[in-house]
């Protein structure tokens, strides 16, 4: 017998921790459980979904384990490796560094590959420390192993006016790393 396979293409932003959309799209024909409520194809971007079972509209893992027609596979997930971010160095900021800035919302929390790549850009587009220090590295994860290691160089750093107190903790971290 051959089973469906069915991808989990469930996001952080799902209304529901346990239940999705159970969807095929008619332009890529995968089948998938989806955020609920979704109205693009999580694959493919178009707006050509369709209940895969009328039936059974809105499912959540169980419903494949009592039926032997699914094979439901999980997604890599995609995160950012919090212990991985080093900031060199933050001028105008404390010398502990808490605040992650466009990072803060995305730590500790899990993506699929499509998400992931925009959040990379969007860190390129507006994270503030890329301006602001000379240094910004950090370590996007797939599932355990690494997927990118990001390395933000300010150049225009060394022209970029600062007080005393920033030079200070500058020195010091130098000595630290
Ligand atoms: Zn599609």
């Known amino acids: 017998m051959t089973k469906t396979i069915v991808l ?7 209304p529901s921790l346990d239940y999705g959309d159970f969807v095929t799209c008619c332009n890529c024909g995968k089948t998938m459980l989806a955020d609920i409520r979704i109205d693009k ?14 039936k059974n509209q809105e499912v959540s893992d169980d419903f494949f384990y009592n039926n032997e ?7 890599e997930e995609y995160y950012i490796d919090e212990k991985s971010i080093r900031y060199y160095y933050p001028f105008e900021t ?7 800035g466009v990072l803060a919302e995305y730590i500790g929390k899990k993506f699929s590959r499509k998400e992931m790549d925009k959040i990379i850009a969007e860190m390129i587009l507006r994270h503030p420390y890329i301006d602001n220090s000379k240094r ?3 370590a996007v994860m797939r599932n355990q192993s ?12 060394n022209k970029q006016e ?12 130098i000595e630290n790393n």
């Open 136 to 138: 910004l590295s950090l």
């Open 69 to 75: 027609e699914y094979m439901l596979v999980n997604m």
């Open 8 to 14: 989990d293409r469930r996001t952080s932003k799902n």
């Open 162 to 173: 600062k007080g005393n107190e920033s030079i200070k903790y500058e020195t010091e971290c």
């Open 41 to 54: 194809c999580p694959e493919c971007d178009e707006e050509t979904l369709a209940w895969a079972d009328e």
């Open 94 to 100: 404390d010398k502990k560094v808490v605040d992650y």
């Open 146 to 157: 690494y997927y990118h290691i990001l390395e933000f160089r300010n150049y225009n750093y």
